[in-house]
């Protein structure tokens, strides 16, 4: 945040604070609306509406549009209703439908009713989609032209539509019945001969298909660096477009989600400081549960070989560091198994190649681990317990790099998160089983 963003943020704060709107008022008019959303953010709801109230009718809808679905959702809850329709009918009906996922039933019906029948058609058109597919994400108002028109025919039609389109820049290229068949750039229209027809210019299209996940679209949106991706209903006709600005905030929204699965949360979907505590506790809680059941099958193993270590000790000094290298190995794999599936790298039929793959880079991590722990023990505690260490760590190496490769894997199979299946869950699991090698190789080698 630069001096000057800084400056006007403990002003605006203060006169908020001390109901000096006027001031407040200016100081936001002077302010961009990045900075804004930055600071509505940052502020409880109630002061939030105080702004919101004082910006312009541009600005608010900026703003407001700025804003993700679970904060709009919270300044709705204390605008009035007469705010928030002038605002909500002036929202694109993608963005429109994001916010109705996210309000009460009753509150979602009131907006609905604000509107006029033609964006009303717009909107339920957009919700009419599964929940998570990315025809919940397209833009309706799309600006499409005919194959067989000449590129002066096509420009008047651009010029007619452009106030109310999404996007110009990539167009559509249609037949009778809203067929498909192609896409022609603005670039490539206005560079054009008046008189040559669309089709002698139009490219083949990157489409993606209204009911598939709406981030396998975005990422083919962005991998193929596409302004925008034409959606398509079973029988190739046009309904949508995804632009590329909405690709890359699924996508960021989809990185967020695995961090936070990966660290055993849920993602909270705003800013931290206006998220509610409740809300934070919640996203935790379940996991850490979660994680303290799965804790218990480590106990009941430290049960099962109780006799084993009352008769050698020493043993129980390895255990954190063995069940950790486990733990450590095994998220490493699950980490780029799950990158891997996100970006298309692999499937799961591709289980067994990344069975062979994680087996042997499993078995050079543990022969490098194990031959270190075996020399450094062996000085220390002498070759009997070094040769446990070694031979333990090559065996909890190769198996958490194979668990942590298949589990992602398995998780796709079962329609799963894999990131939900990553990191806590994988160290859990390894914990119990990597104690149990542990114990079954010391009590071989040591004749316990």
């Known amino acids: 945040m630069s001096q000057q963003l800084a400056w006007d943020d403990r002003a605006l704060n203060a006169a908020l604070e001390r109901r000096d709107l006027a001031e407040a008022q200016r100081i936001a008019a002077g302010t961009s609306s990045k900075d804004l959303v930055t600071w509505l953010g940052r502020r409880p709801a109630a002061q939030q509406a105080v702004l919101f109230r004082l910006l312009a009718k541009d600005d608010a809808l900026t703003v407001f549009e700025s804003l993700s679905a679970a904060a709009q959702a919270r300044l709705v809850g204390r605008l009035a209703d007469d705010e928030v329709g002038q605002v909500f009918t002036e929202m694109d009906p993608d963005d429109r439908a994001g916010l109705m996922e996210e309000l009460p039933a009753k509150v979602a019906q009131r907006l609905l009713a604000k509107l006029t029948p033609a964006e009303l058609d ?78 002698d210019l139009m490219r083949r299209a990157d489409v993606a298909y209204a009911t598939e996940p709406v981030e396998a679209a975005a990422r083919r949106c962005a991998a193929a660096k596409r302004l925008a991706l034409p959606i398509v209903d079973s029988e190739n006709r046009l309904v949508g477009i995804l632009t590329v600005d909405d690709a890359l905030t699924v996508l960021e929204d989809a990185a967020e989600e695995d961090q936070a699965r990966q660290g055993g949360a849920e993602p909270l979907r705003s800013p931290y400081l206006s998220t509610p505590i409740h809300h934070i506790v919640r996203s935790r809680l379940v996991w850490l549960l979660v994680l303290a059941i799965g804790a218990t099958l480590t106990v009941r193993v430290l ?101 942590g490769g298949v589990i992602p894997l398995m998780a796709r199979l079962l329609r799963a998160d894999p990131a939900v299946f990553s990191n806590p869950f994988i160290s859990t699991l390894l914990d119990a089983t990597g104690l149990i090698i542990y114990f079954v190789i010391a009590k071989q080698l040591l004749g316990l």
């Open 122 to 199: 717009l909107t339920s058109a957009v919700l009419g989609y599964p929940e998570g597919s990315v025809g919940r994400r397209m833009s309706p108002e799309v600006v499409s032209v005919h194959a067989d028109w000449i590129v002066g025919d096509a420009l008047t039609r651009v010029r007619e539509r452009m106030a109310e389109a999404e996007t110009i820049y990539t167009l559509p290229v249609i037949e009778d019945g809203r067929l498909l068949v192609g896409v022609v750039s603005l670039r490539d229209l206005l560079a054009g001969d008046p008189q040559t027809p669309v089709r």
């Open 303 to 403: 049960e099962q070989f109780e006799a084993t270590l009352s008769q050698m000790v020493v043993l129980s000094v390895f255990i954190p560091l063995l069940i950790g290298t486990g733990g450590n190995t095994g998220n490493q794999a699950a980490t780029t198994v799950t990158r891997a599936l996100a970006v298309g790298d692999v499937q799961p039929r591709d289980i067994f190649r990344i069975i062979a793959r994680e087996f042997v880079t499993g078995l050079s991590l543990g022969a490098v681990l194990g031959g270190l722990g075996f020399t450094i023990i062996t000085v220390i505690y002498g070759p009997d317990i070094g040769q446990v260490i070694g031979l333990t760590l090559l065996s909890i190496c190769t198996l958490a790099a194979v668990a």
